[in-house]
């Protein structure tokens, strides 16, 4: 990580002090400048300044490229076309790169940096040709776990409830990794609250189960898109939340961080990344691995960026479930078969196999649907709220406590195929009730997708919500 300040020629590689003989960076009003020869030494590109018009001609494109020699003295036109507008000219010899192909014109690139259009006949020669620089890419080293992951998150919300532990870990099988929800940030400056216990991490290296904690941006101080904005907008409020997340982390002795981040706006997008990347150093120098939860990849998730996590990170968890959540508008499984592989699927075109962990809920949602009365479809009318006529809640429970909703209830369940899921549905009074139940029959396809794939592991939300039965199934194909 390399850092400098403003109007100063010394910088800093990770913690080594390093000078150049001009200034590095420097700034007008809100706008920053960093010097090119500067950028040049950490990035893959070359530059040369021209005049006539005043403009610098950045290279950063390498790769086979399609070249011609220039037959006889010609021009680069805006179009094709001779009526249209000169750019610039052209000599015997000159070498440039030919982007398209048009009738009897070719768009170019010349070497000081003007793309227009000459004509075909001006050139020959043509011919494919291997443009690069010698540059030595910065490796990003990763810690590997050599097996399959099985981890789940327990959800502590109080100091009292890190006594738990003992419980969880002796109810479960073959657990290689915990994530407490220890973490939380306490404000737009970058400070945390933390309830991170050693005794619990102690209890778990007993066990030889690893523990990430969880750092989250809701369910704490902050708990909106605009304050994680706020906060990672901010170099040195950054600083400030890694500083402390790396001291909590070696005083209780965990072995890496988990970074729960789900108020991340497009506008915030550049900026997390920047602390991903930034947060990955840190764990590096310490010997802590660092694991990301995303969201099912859709086109209005696309800021938090899982290709670049996918280098800096060690691990990238999909967060596989809440297709339908707490406040969703229709009454739908929180995990169904598609909706997995989609996020499988979709998250290893940017990320490698062996760095993703596939999320699996051990938890179904009641849904109930209400017929709306005739105030509430009069007062929704024109939103898309009145297509729907009734009105839909939920509330979460855990395996045994759903199946045991489903008896209560008389219910018939029967298998539906397209989700793969246990479903029943009853009704009471002008009350309907639906739920995709979550339970061995459903969970057993989500880890042949994992194993088929040749993912690093699984990883469940949430400890304490599973029957005793899962574990058995989950050793079968992290084994």
């Given at each position: 990580?390399?850092?400098?300040?403003?109007?100063?020629k010394?910088?800093?590689?990770?913690?080594?002090?390093?000078s150049?003989?001009?200034?590095?960076?420097?700034?007008?009003?809100?706008?920053?400048?960093?010097?090119?020869?500067?950028?040049q030494?950490?990035?893959?590109?070359?530059?040369?300044?021209?005049?006539?018009?005043?403009?610098?001609?950045?290279?950063c494109?390498?790769?086979?490229?399609?070249?011609?020699?220039?037959?006889?003295?010609?021009?680069?036109?805006y179009?094709?076309?001779?009526?249209?507008?000169?750019l610039?000219?052209?000599?015997?010899?000159?070498?440039?790169?030919?982007?398209?192909?048009?009738?009897d014109?070719?768009?170019?690139?010349?070497?000081?940096?003007?793309?227009?259009?000459?004509?075909?006949?001006?050139?020959?020669?043509?011919?494919?040709?291997?443009?690069?620089?010698?540059?030595?890419?910065?490796?990003?080293?990763?810690i590997?776990?050599?097996?399959?992951i099985?981890?789940?998150?327990?959800?502590?919300?109080?100091?009292?409830?890190?006594?738990?532990?003992?419980?969880r870990?002796?109810?479960?099988?073959?657990?290689?990794?915990?994530?407490?929800?220890w973490?939380?940030?306490k404000?737009?400056?970058?400070?945390?609250?933390?309830?991170?216990?050693?005794?619990?991490?102690?209890?778990?290296?007993q066990a030889?189960?690893?523990?990430?904690?969880?750092?989250?941006?809701?369910?704490?101080?902050?708990?909106s898109?605009?304050?994680?904005?706020?906060?990672?907008?901010?170099?040195?409020?950054?600083?400030?939340?890694?500083?402390?997340?790396?001291?909590?982390?070696?005083?209780?002795?965990?072995?890496?961080?988990?970074?729960?981040?789900?108020?991340i706006?497009?506008?915030?997008?550049?900026?997390?990344?920047?602390?991903?990347?930034?947060?990955?150093?840190?764990?590096?120098?310490?010997?802590?691995?660092?694991?990301?939860?995303?969201?099912?990849?859709?086109?209005?998730?696309?800021?938090?960026?899982?290709?670049?996590?996918?280098?800096?990170?060690?691990?990238?968890?999909?967060?596989?479930?809440?297709?339908?959540?707490?406040?969703?508008?229709?009454?739908?499984?929180?995990?169904?078969?598609?909706?997995?592989?989609?996020?499988?699927?979709?998250?290893?075109?940017?990320?490698?196999?062996e760095?993703?962990?596939s999320?699996?809920?051990?938890?179904?949602?009641l849904?109930?649907?209400?017929?709306?009365?005739?105030?509430?479809?009069?007062?929704?009318?024109?939103?898309?709220e009145?297509?729907?006529?009734?009105?839909?809640?939920s509330?979460?429970?855990?395996?045994?406590?759903?199946?045991?909703?489903?008896?209560?209830?008389?219910?018939?369940?029967?298998?539906?195929?397209?989700t793969?899921?246990?479903?029943?549905?009853?009704?009471?009074?002008?009350?309907t009730?639906?739920?995709?139940?979550?339970?061995?029959?459903?969970?057993?396809?989500?880890?042949?997708l994992?194993?088929?794939?040749?993912?690093?592991?699984?990883?469940?939300?949430?400890?304490?919500?599973?029957?005793?039965?899962?574990?058995?199934?989950?050793?079968?194909?992290?084994?």
């Open positions: 990580m390399v850092t400098v300040e403003v109007g100063s010394d910088y800093n590689v990770s913690k080594e002090k390093k150049e003989d001009y200034v590095i960076l420097k700034t007008e009003g809100s706008t920053a400048y960093i010097a090119l020869d500067f950028i030494q950490y990035t893959n590109m070359e530059y040369e300044l021209y005049n006539d018009p005043n403009r610098v001609m950045i290279e494109d390498w790769g086979e490229k399609t070249v011609a020699s220039v037959k006889k003295n010609t021009q680069v036109r179009q094709g076309g001779v009526k249209s507008p000169i610039s000219q052209l000599k015997k010899k000159d070498e440039v790169v030919i982007l398209e192909n048009e009738d014109w070719k768009k170019v690139l010349t070497k000081d940096g003007f793309i227009g259009y000459v004509k075909s006949n001006t050139l020959r020669d043509e011919e494919k040709k291997i443009v690069d620089r010698a540059f030595e890419e910065p490796e990003f080293t990763n590997k776990k050599d097996y399959i099985n981890m789940a998150w327990h959800n502590v919300t109080n100091d009292d409830a890190n006594s738990q532990v003992l419980q870990i002796a109810d479960s099988k073959g657990l290689t990794t915990i994530a407490p929800t973490f939380h940030v404000d737009t400056d970058g400070n945390m609250d933390t309830i991170a216990s050693a005794d619990y991490v102690n209890y778990a290296h030889n189960i690893e523990v990430w904690a969880a750092i989250r941006d809701f369910d704490g101080g902050i708990n898109y605009e304050e994680s904005l706020e906060l990672l907008r901010y170099t040195s409020r950054r600083e400030n939340l890694i500083n402390q997340l790396i001291s909590e982390a070696l005083r209780v002795g965990i072995d890496g961080i988990n970074v729960d981040f789900e108020k706006s497009d506008e915030c997008g550049e900026h997390y990344i920047q602390f991903i990347r930034e947060l990955s150093v840190r764990c590096r120098q310490n010997g802590l691995i660092l694991s990301i939860d995303n969201y099912v990849p859709k086109g209005y998730n696309m800021q938090y960026n899982r290709t670049e996590q996918g280098i800096v990170a060690d691990y990238v968890i999909i967060m596989g479930y809440d297709e339908h959540y707490a406040g969703s508008p229709v009454a739908g499984p929180v995990a169904s078969y598609n909706f997995v592989k989609e996020g499988i699927e979709e998250t290893l075109k940017e990320v490698p196999a760095k993703v962990i999320g699996i809920p051990f938890f179904s949602r849904w109930e649907e209400t017929p709306k009365t005739e105030e509430e479809l009069a007062e929704q009318a024109g939103t898309e009145a297509e729907n006529p009734v009105k839909v809640t509330e979460a429970f855990g395996m045994a406590n759903a199946r045991s909703k489903v008896e209560e209830s008389g219910a018939e369940i029967t298998w539906d195929e397209e793969k899921q246990n479903f029943a549905t009853w009704a009471v009074e002008s009350a009730y639906k739920i995709w139940l979550e339970d061995e029959k459903s969970i057993e396809p989500k880890l042949m994992m194993k088929e794939h040749k993912l690093a592991g699984t990883a469940a939300w949430a400890l304490g919500q599973e029957s005793s039965e899962i574990w058995n199934l989950i050793q079968k194909y992290v084994n």
